[in-house]
């Protein structure tokens, strides 16, 4: 029998579980987030000093067994010695999508604007879209990502994409795939279904993203964990 997460652990024994797992990750200090649970979802607060950090927590409290989802209000602030101009940062953002060999850096348009990067232009596949923001997030002195990235892709035939798609899933052993239910339309992908982990969703995401010919994909994917 499949069960919830909220109806076997308390909102505080996620709470502490998710204060033990920010002491684990070396990348953030527990001491600078915030921990509120409510029915299994969790409020992030506090002021860290990259925007990598930001996510580093975010990904820490989605590791939890038990939580269902995060909400993100974690502030970042940079500390003046480690403040860089936009200029500087503009030129950092560049030199990060040129040196990685899968991104077609030319077709990728950047705007910094007090340490926010916005990230515009038109590329082939989904994953690109998502490498590029990736390979800007932990440059020192981003405050945050904006990806406006168009994926353009060729009309495909969507039973044939659908079922390529279910045979990916079916491949990984870690996976159930007839949990989950695959549509396919104009280029736009739509999972439902029922996942046991926040890690096997976005294994799922991850594998979806790599298929051709997907321009985006949405996810109604609940994590029920098992007892």
């Given at each position: ?167 990916t899933l079916e491949r990984?052993?870690?996976r159930e795939a007839d ?49």
């Amino acid at each position: 029998m499949v069960t919830t997460a909220t109806e076997n652990k308390t909102d505080s024994q996620i709470q502490q579980d998710v204060l033990r797992e920010l002491r684990w990750d070396a990348r953030v200090k527990e001491t600078e987030i915030g921990v509120e649970v409510d029915q299994g979802i969790v409020t992030l607060t506090g002021r860290v000093e990259s925007y990598a950090k930001k996510l580093a927590a975010r990904e820490a409290a989605h590791r939890v067994f038990g939580v269902l989802d995060v909400v993100d209000d974690v502030e970042v602030r940079i500390p003046g010695s480690l403040t860089r101009t936009d200029e500087d940062l503009a030129r950092a953002v560049r030199h990060a999508l040129e040196w990685d060999v899968f991104l077609p850096d030319t077709k990728i348009r950047t705007t910094v604007s007090h340490g926010l990067v916005t990230l515009e232009g038109e590329v082939e596949n989904l994953v690109d879209r998502y490498d590029a923001e990736r390979a800007v997030r932990r440059l020192q002195g981003i405050k945050g990502v904006a990806n406006n990235l168009a994926v353009t892709v060729k009309k495909a035939d969507e039973g044939k994409l659908r079922k390529a798609i279910q045979d990916t899933l079916e491949r990984r052993a870690d996976r159930e795939a007839d949990m989950i239910d695959v549509n396919v339309s104009d280029g736009k992908v739509t999972l439902e279904g029922r996942v046991h982990s926040w890690a096997e969703k976005q294994a799922i995401l991850d594998a979806v993203r790599q298929a051709p010919n997907v321009r985006f994909v949405s996810a109604d994917l609940k994590i029920e964990p098992v007892f």
